[in-house]
DNA sequence: GTAGGGTTAGTC
DNA sequence: GACTAACCCTAC
């Protein structure tokens, strides 16, 4: 079994060259990744994702949280401030992100689509982004660009100033800068950089007269790694710590990875130096290594091409196809992206085994469904035309569906990560659900019971206050993400309930009217602490 | 689309 | 069985 940190090396490797993106996506899911991923493969896989959108021509709103979670990343590893260029990368992005809907207007369309473009990004996104932890994102480019879109949304010549410029291209170029600079901050890839320290050790073992044998390599690796580790001349492993901090368990796996490649040399004299000059740095290469995992550690996934290719279209990490100007757009469903990297702990207990790669998946999914920019609908995404589009696989979270039964299960586990694996089948023995007769031949069936995650509450919570009770539509629409196994109603429903055990918390009600409880008390709790808070002022938005 | 009353599943 | 949260239905 691949040891996970050194997949991880050879996964930041890889994603660093020019490899395809369908390449990186069956790397992405077939090498054992650790558990956290380190941040520096983290950002890795950010830059490439913002390097293949660049490629692609497609910015969406999966770039805005591309770079989100970049700034996210660099926060916590204690970056002062957002660079320059990461804030204007953002804005123009943002720019684009709202002008591509004037772009792509059709006959038919009045500006619907920009001017909920203009409320999703700006009034939503852009707003929450300038109270939060991430405010160094707001620069002063942004806040203008902001005053610009809001213009725009009640000045037709505005509007029009900002159809006559290329912000698409403004945009490209933004974020071609922000990755140059970012891909030099990063310096290169810690296995090259240790293929390259190892290649000139031992070009000057052979002159001095080595055996040049794997032993005698061994020797000198641990020599050099432990001048690396002291000098800290090495990046550092992929989790970002530095070189010092670069334990000796850590050390031998390195070596020990090292070897591992040197095995397969001639033990007399037949090492050839070139064998460690450098790692695999072209797809050929990295094609010849897969080969080598697909026999060793990659599940049988990586064997089956086909099916995991699949697999990606559904829920790809990586990007190939290209909405650009199509006036797909998704960032509502990227803006909650962050649910997964900020959930509450305790709401993901059921998904910590796969946390780390639902990170990646919702880097990518940063149209959530985690598709920039792609016209591939997966679960939740949007189409290119701005609409729901959900595909023949995808998952309807609020579907009628049949209860759970565990003679029929598909899943192990009712809190899959992936709800495509809950798939139920009625069961013939046991039938705890309802099933209302709708007509002769059609059962209503009711949804499953989803407990409502601390998040959910929370985000709730703070909509509520931001947007009063009573818009449940809007309030989805602006946390799509961590909306999306919930309806309108069922925000409603749960504002209620939440009312009615504060209320009862509190002793706002009489003992004997908590007593009553039941049935249609909370209703009432709620009808009389909340109705529909500044409704008319908010749907002027 | 939302409010409000009713129903049901899950938990203790 | 009581209670509660989640879900459903229907009127507006």
């Not at 930041?12 to 390449?23: A, C, K, N, T």
């Not at 942004?142 to 100033?161: C, D, F, K, Q, S």
Request: hydrophobic share 35%; with cysteine.
């Amino acid at each position: 079994m691949l040891d996970p940190r050194i997949a991880s090396w050879i996964l930041e490797f890889v994603l660093r060259q020019p490899v395809e993106d369908w390449l990186a996506n069956e790397l992405l899911f077939a090498l054992p990744l650790p558990s956290p991923i380190p941040p520096r493969l983290k950002k890795t896989f950010l830059l490439r994702r913002l390097s293949s959108d660049v490629s692609h021509r497609s910015l969406a709103g999966s770039t805005l949280f591309s770079l989100e979670l970049i700034e996210e990343l660099d926060r916590s590893s204690g970056a002062d401030a957002p660079s320059d260029s990461l804030a204007a990368a953002y804005a123009a992005v943002a720019v684009e992100c709202t002008a591509r809907f004037l772009r792509g207007r059709l006959d038919g369309d009045r500006g619907g689509n920009f001017f909920e473009a203009v409320n999703r990004i700006w009034s939503c996104r852009v707003a929450d982004l300038e109270r939060s932890e991430a405010a160094g994102l707001v620069s002063a480019t942004l806040r203008e660009a902001r005053r610009e879109m809001e213009e725009a949304v009640v000045n037709p010549i505005v509007r029009v100033g900002l159809m006559g410029r290329d912000t698409k291209m403004a945009a490209l170029d933004a974020v071609r800068v922000y990755l140059e600079e970012a891909e030099k901050e990063m310096g290169p890839p810690y296995l090259e950089c240790v293929a390259e320290t190892v290649g000139e050790e031992w070009r000057r073992s052979s002159v001095t007269g080595s055996d040049g044998s794997v032993g005698e390599l061994d020797a000198k690796l641990r020599n050099l790694l432990a001048r690396q580790v002291e000098d800290g001349r090495c990046d550092g492993p992929p989790d970002g710590d530095r070189a010092k901090s670069f334990g000796l368990v850590e050390l031998e796996k390195l070596e020990e990875s090292v070897l591992d490649r040197g095995k397969d040399a001639p033990k007399q004299g037949g090492c050839s130096t070139d064998k460690f000059e450098r790692l695999p740095a072209t797809a050929a290469e990295v094609m010849k290594a897969k080969n080598v995992f697909r026999s060793s550690v990659l599940p049988a996934k990586i064997d089956n091409m086909k099916e995991n290719q699949n697999q990606m279209d559904l829920n790809p990490v990586f990007s190939v196809n290209d909405c650009a100007g199509k006036g797909n757009e998704s960032d509502h469903d990227a803006m909650s992206q962050q649910n997964l990297m900020d959930q509450d702990p305790s709401d993901l207990k059921h998904v910590e085994e796969n946390r780390e790669r639902a990170f990646l998946s919702s880097i990518d999914k940063g149209t959530k469904d985690g598709n920039p920019g792609t016209c591939t609908c997966t679960r939740d995404n949007i189409d290119c035309a701005g609409a729901q589009k959900p595909s023949l696989m995808d998952w309807n979270p609020t579907a009628r569906r049949f209860e759970q039964d565990e003679d029929f299960s598909l899943s192990p586990s009712e809190n899959s990560p992936n709800p495509s694996n809950n798939l139920r089948f009625p069961s013939t023995k046991r039938r705890k659900f309802s099933l209302a007769l709708e007509d002769n031949r059609t059962f209503i069936i009711r949804r499953r019971k989803r407990k409502w995650s601390s998040l959910e509450e929370e985000t709730l919570r703070k909509a509520v206050e931001r947007h009063g009770a009573g818009n449940w539509k809007f309030i989805k629409s602006c946390h799509p993400e961590i909306f999306k196994n919930r309806t309108e109603v069922d925000l409603k429903d749960k504002w209620r309930n939440m009312m009615s055990s504060e209320l009862l918390i509190v002793g706002s009600l009489p003992l004997e009217r908590q007593k009553e409880g039941g049935k249609g008390d909370h209703q009432q709790t709620y009808n009389h602490s909340f109705s529909g808070l500044e409704k008319s002022h908010w749907k002027k938005i």
